[in-house]
C-alpha cells in the first residue's frame, strides 16, 4: 500500500540557518505530494503542494521538489526563522478514489535565536 | 467563511461512555475525512465520506462509526470508549482531488 517515510526528528536549528527535512514515499499511480504544518496547539495548515513529477512547491521561503526517480519530495528553506518551529508533516494523496491523504510521522523543527 | 469547524476542544470520557465528535464546513465540499493524530504515528485516516449518504473506511475505522447525512456536517460517534482512543481527531474536507483543509481539532482522553 501507499506509504510516506520522513526524516525523524527533533531538529534543531540556528536561526537563519539552512533546513532540509527528506521525505520518500511509495506509491501506486502518480499520487499529489504535500507538506503540511502544524504549528503549537493548531491544527494542519497547507504548507505547499505538487502533483506532477518534477513540479516545485512553493510558499513562505520553503520548497520541495516532486522527484519521481528517486520518490521524493525533500522540504528546503534557505534562512529559518523561530517562528518556523512546528511540526512538519509530509503526505500523498490516493486519487482513486476519495482524496485520501497518507501522512509520514512528523517532523519536529526547533529553532532557537 | 468559517472553514472547517469542530466541537468539542477537549472532551474527558470515562471507558465505556459514548460520545459524538462533531465537524462542519461551510466550503460546499464533497469530500470529508476524520484522522486521529498520535505521538510518533502521524495521522491516520479513520473513515471518510465523498459526498451526502456515503461513507467508507479508512486505515483504522474500529470502534467509530460515521453518517453523512448533509453535505456539510460529518459528525463522528464513539459507541464505547477505551482508552486506546485517546488521541486528538482531526476533520478535513476537500473539493474533488484537491488540497484538504483541516479543522482545530478535538483533544480526547479516555480514562
Known amino acids: 500500500g501507499n506509504s510516506v517515510t520522513q526524516m525523524e526528528g527533533p531538529v534543531t536549528l540556528s536561526e537563519e540557518a539552512f533546513l532540509t527535512i527528506n521525505c520518500t514515499y511509495t506509491?501506486?499511480?502518480?499520487?499529489?505530494l504535500f507538506w503540511y504544518v502544524q504549528y503549537p496547539g493548531e491544527g494542519l495548515q497547507l504548507l505547499l503542494k505538487?502533483?506532477?513529477?518534477?513540479d516545485k512547491g512553493s510558499n513562505k521561503g520553503f520548497e520541495a521538489t516532486y522527484r519521481k526517480e528517486t520518490t521524493s519530495f525533500h522540504l528546503e528553506k534557505g534562512s529559518v526563522q523561530v517562528s518556523d518551529s512546528a511540526v512538519y508533516f509530509c503526505?500523498?494523496?490516493?486519487?482513486?478514489?476519495?482524496?485520501?491523504?497518507?501522512f509520514g510521522a512528523g517532523t519536529i523543527l526547533r529553532v532557537k535565536s | 467563511n468559517a472553514g472547517v469547524t469542530q466541537t468539542p476542544k477537549f472532551q474527558v470520557l470515562k471507558t465505556g461512555q459514548s460520545m459524538t465528535l462533531q465537524c462542519a464546513q461551510d466550503m460546499n465540499h464533497e469530500y470529508m475525512s476524520w484522522y486521529r493524530q498520535d505521538p510518533g504515528m502521524g495521522l491516520r485516516l479513520i473513515h471518510y465520506s465523498v459526498g451526502a449518504g456515503i461513507t467508507d473506511q479508512g486505515e483504522v475505522p474500529n470502534g467509530y462509526n460515521v453518517s453523512r447525512s448533509t453535505t456539510e456536517d460529518f459528525p463522528l460517534r464513539l459507541l464505547s470508549a477505551a482508552p486506546s482512543q485517546t488521541s486528538v481527531y482531526f476533520c478535513a474536507s476537500s473539493s474533488a482531488r484537491d488540497t484538504q483543509y483541516f479543522g482545530p481539532g478535538t483533544r480526547l482522553t479516555v480514562l
Open positions: 506509491a501506486t499511480g502518480y499520487p499529489s
Open positions: 503526505a500523498l494523496s490516493d486519487l482513486v478514489y476519495g482524496n485520501k491523504l497518507v
Open positions: 505538487a502533483t506532477k513529477a518534477d
